[in-house]
């Protein structure tokens, strides 16, 4: 009987377990399933009621686009190449200097407007707005490219702004001139039909931020800082509109970064005894080296989806996948060490979901019959916002685990904190607004930046910065930057200019109106 009554209760438990699992898998397919329909964290502020301001209208005639595009192309053909930080093309710099003096006549002889030179090459402009209270902002874009030669395969020459189909080619066609011009374009276009700022602001236009902004944008930021300047918000480059580079993603989407990803730079190196290619060791200086560099390869940094900002941007996202994505987008609560694996298979979207570890440099021997003594390589990393540069610094030391490998930091800082994008954040609120008004129908979500820009240098100045230019990337235009046959459409460059002519504007106002609608979350 005893064994018959402890068969009874093991029944009976396992039916209460089976009805409790039971209800619990009904519960959750309850949420899932009301996160996925309900969850569109993109209404926000677009059903609110926004303050009116007297806008100013851009309608581009056919002499203005020619004039306008004539001035860009005329900025791609000068080669303000940064090779290095003590190789930089100052003469195209002075070039570029007498053609946007030339190019904006207006912008130089408006009496809102006060330019400065910084550190040579670099420029500063202020444009004063008609009400003070008004904490400015800034405008930041950088003049100088990296190098490009026609040898490396370019369709049309790199410095030539050549048309083909509709596409103007060029170095800085999207890093980063079509900011540069699209951002005075706009300032020369309002100032020339009598507009004045209530919000005043400033342009920053570094000669270097190709190669760290050292000399450029940090001193900009010098200069703001001794007058006491701090700013509401700073725009700069970095992030884009995606249109078909998203996997399964119905339409395109524009990506206002809200950070960006550290970076180091770190020098391994192997010093052994020379001897001669006859009589070799077991292990060479470049057998050593070799290896740990497999080690790193092997062992990449851990998976870390939805730890940073990227989390913000697939929750934006979700409601305009098709099923199943959008379930799986929807409840990143559950999913997001699915979806870590997924993106990880490809390197677009493995920036994404780690610190990034690249071997871009190796260099040893002098002879075929020596055996060298010293090889050396160079290791770039790009660093996720869950980490710190010094967690990234020890992993690399326990991964190698070979003390005869030298590891030595040679440059690196800590990824940059993450800027707000609630319906309270003045500058993404504004800069989606501007998005939404010129490309009605996209959808906006914030961003990671897997590159630097000069804005990390100013966040002394300003907790709000964005990264976010109106260029399109379509499939395979990703490669083009810092790659070869670099390019943008005539009409994209037009769109650029309406676009900040639009956000300038859209600034004035004094506050973000109260939110419409709250955000859906459970």
């Not at 190709?210 to 300047?229: D, P, T, Y």
């Not at 590891?407 to 501007?434: A, C, N, R, W």
Request: proline share 5%; aromatic share 8%; net charge negative.
């Amino acid at each position: 009987m005893a064994d018959s009554g402890s068969k009874l209760k093991i029944i009976k438990f396992l039916k209460i377990f089976a009805s409790t699992l039971l209800i619990a898998a009904v519960v959750l397919f309850t949420v899932v399933s009301i996160r996925t329909l309900s969850l569109d964290v993109n209404v926000g502020l677009q059903l609110a009621h926004w303050e009116k301001t007297s806008n100013i209208s851009l309608v581009i005639n056919h002499h203005q686009r020619e004039e306008l595009l004539d001035n860009f192309k005329e900025a791609l053909r000068i080669p303000t190449v940064s090779f290095t930080e003590s190789d930089i093309n100052t003469t195209a710099l002075l070039e570029f200097n007498k053609l946007i003096r030339k190019a904006f006549p207006t912008i130089f002889s408006s009496k809102l407007v006060h330019h400065e030179v910084v550190s040579n090459y670099s420029h500063l402009f202020w444009v004063q707005g008609s009400q003070p209270n008004l904490a400015p902002y800034m405008l930041l874009a950088h003049i100088d490219v990296v190098p490009g030669s026609e040898s490396d395969g370019w369709d049309a020459p790199p410095f030539s702004a050549k048309e083909v189909d509709g596409f103007i080619y060029g170095r800085g066609t999207i890093d980063d001139k079509q900011s540069v011009m699209g951002i005075l374009q706009a300032v020369e276009y309002l100032l020339i039909q009598g507009y004045a700022p209530r919000r005043g602001f400033y342009i920053g236009l570094g000669h270097d931020e190709e190669v760290f902004g050292i000399s450029g944008a940090l001193n900009i930021v010098q200069m703001l800082k001794q007058r006491g300047v701090q700013l509401l918000f700073v725009l700069d480059e970095g992030q884009a509109i995606l249109d078909g580079i998203i996997n399964g993603l119905d339409g395109p989407a524009a990506l206002i970064g809200v950070s960006e990803k550290g970076q180091a730079t770190v020098k391994l190196s192997v010093s052994t005894e020379p001897c001669h290619s006859s009589m070799p060791p077991s292990e060479t200086s470049i057998g050593i080296l070799a290896a740990a560099i497999k080690r790193l390869e092997e062992n990449p940094m851990p998976r870390l989806f939805g730890q940073g900002p990227e989390r913000g941007t697939f929750e934006h996202l979700a409601h305009k996948f098709q099923l199943p994505l959008k379930l799986v987008m929807s409840n990143l609560w559950l999913f997001s060490p699915v979806i870590g694996r997924f993106l990880e298979r490809s390197p677009t979207t493995n920036a994404l979901v780690r610190t990034t570890v690249a071997v871009t440099m190796f260099n040893a021997g002098v002879k075929v019959n020596v055996i060298p003594p010293a090889a050396e390589a160079c290791v770039n990393l790009r660093i996720h916002s869950a980490q710190s540069l010094q967690e990234v610094m020890d992993l690399i030391r326990s991964t190698i685990a070979d003390q005869r490998v030298k590891i030595e930091l040679l440059h690196g800082f800590d990824p940059l904190p993450v800027s707000s994008y609630d319906d309270m954040s003045f500058g993404f609120q504004i800069i989606k607004k501007t998005i939404l008004d010129i490309f009605p129908g996209l959808t906006v979500a914030p961003g990671l930046c897997v590159g630097n820009t000069d804005s990390r240098h100013f966040k002394e100045l300003t907790k709000n910065i964005y990264r976010f230019s109106p260029t399109w990337f379509k499939p395979g235009d990703l490669q083009r930057f810092h790659g070869i046959n670099e390019r943008i459409s005539k009409k994209n460059y037009e769109e650029i200019v309406i676009f900040y002519f639009s956000l300038i504007q859209n600034c004035d106002i004094q506050q973000l109106p109260e939110p419409h609608s709250a955000t859906h979350e459970l």
